[in-house]
T-cell receptor
């Protein structure tokens, strides 16, 4: 158990809908990262938050957005869903920023299926 | 930009066989290198890491050495077990302030008794 929790575990929805994925980082971790794992794109970095502020952005679509709340949990919002958004979405957390050596601890993921 | 090239899978081995999964990288500077493992139905777990050239990471019988001259970080294990069946990902973390992990495509390993 990494200490990172994600809810829900599975999500099935229809095209055009909007969903919210939730992540609670390990106790004390300030950074939260979101990754998408799909069959055609592999594991890709989406976005990072550090202590409530957006810190880095990867290949995140404009239809997707995220935020980190004062209690450090994070939500990833996916809207106008398309079939191609079906994927496993991972959240990871780490202790602090500013060093290249931080280990990122991954949650179990949320499997999103868009029908 | 940064990239990781990983040995194509799937790989099927008999129990107690020797395992090598190749990984090479392209990055500016001196990244940290990682191997993550994903067991069926689970998230990613860090298997081992190396943060500078010539470092050897090791865990659970797996080893990988950071080779800057060949930009490689190959994963090895002397005697695999059925319980090692999983997907293995090589990844790098840049040391230029960008904290995102760049992953390889993953290698599915199946060990048969």
């Amino acid at each position: 158990d990494s200490g990172v929790t994600q809810t829900p575990k599975h999500l099935i929805t229809a095209t055009g809908q909007r969903v919210t994925l939730r992540c609670s980082p390990r106790s004390g971790d300030l950074s939260v990262y979101w990754y998408q794992q799909s069959l055609d794109q592999g594991l890709q970095f989406l976005i990072q938050y550090y202590n409530g502020e957006e810190r880095a952005k990867g290949n995140i679509l404009e239809r997707f957005s995220a935020q980190q709340f004062p209690d450090l949990h994070s939500e990833l919002n996916l809207s106008s869903l398309e079939l191609g958004d079906s994927a496993l979405y991972f959240c990871a957390s780490s202790g602090s920023s500013g060093t290249a050596y931080n280990e990122q601890f991954f949650g179990p993921g949320t499997r999103l299926t868009v029908l | 930009g940064d990239s990781v090239t990983q040995m194509e899978g799937p790989v099927t081995l008999s129990e107690e066989a020797f395992l090598t999964i190749n990984c090479t990288y392209t990055a500016t500077g001196y990244p940290s290198l990682f191997w993550y493992v994903q067991y069926p139905g689970e998230g990613l777990q860090l298997l081992l890491k190396a943060t500078k050239a010539d470092d050897k990471g090791s865990n659970k019988g797996f080893e990988a050495t950071y080779r800057k001259e060949t930009t490689s970080f190959h994963l090895e294990k002397g005697s695999v077990q059925v319980s090692d069946s999983a997907v293995y990902f090589c990844a790098l973390l840049s040391n230029f302030g960008n904290e995102k992990l760049t992953f390889g495509t993953g290698t599915r390993l199946t060990i048969i008794p």
